[in-house]
């Protein structure tokens, strides 16, 4: 779990990692205001994908074909085999949950619309909240774009 270091104005709050691109995990560490114990329970950790289907510049972009496949599935391919406990997309188009179930991935559809894709992400984890889980100690923020 993380644990704020002596003094720590953030005492309580999560970190969030945000990472980007093949293998990006491995080169992004936590920010110096968090540390974190490995020596008690297990750290579960969540992977939340944003994925809407609207976009200004090119609406569609995740679930337009590279290499035979959606752009957002090999997305979610990546985060599954990163070693998170819990990968799921929070979406709102049926398009884009459709194409993620028919993959086998799971799916959270927070309503509304949000300012940003960590506007939707916490949505998404409130809705799991709701359903009685408290989905993780670490929460991973992957952009699929």
Do not use: W
């Not at 920010?31 to 008690?40: A, E, I, K, Q, R």
């Not at 049926?94 to 939707?120: K, N």
């Amino acid at each position: 779990m993380a644990v704020p270091g002596p003094g720590d104005p953030y005492a309580g709050s999560r970190a969030v990692v945000t990472c980007r691109g093949e293998g990006a995990a491995s080169e992004r560490s936590l920010p110096s205001l968090f540390t974190v114990d490995f020596s008690g329970e297990a750290i579960r950790t969540i992977g939340v994908i944003p994925a809407r289907f609207h976009s200004t510049r090119f609406p569609g972009k995740l679930l337009e074909e590279l290499a035979g496949r959606p752009v957002l599935l090999h997305v979610l391919d990546r985060a599954q085999r990163a070693g998170l406990d819990r990968v799921v997309v929070a979406t709102d188009d049926p398009r884009i949950e459709e194409a993620v179930l028919v993959a086998g991935g799971e799916v959270v559809a927070p309503p509304g619309s949000f300012a940003s894709g960590t506007d939707r992400i916490a949505a998404a984890l409130e809705m799991i909240r709701g359903e009685g889980d408290d989905p993780a100690d670490v929460i991973v923020n992957i952009q699929g774009d």
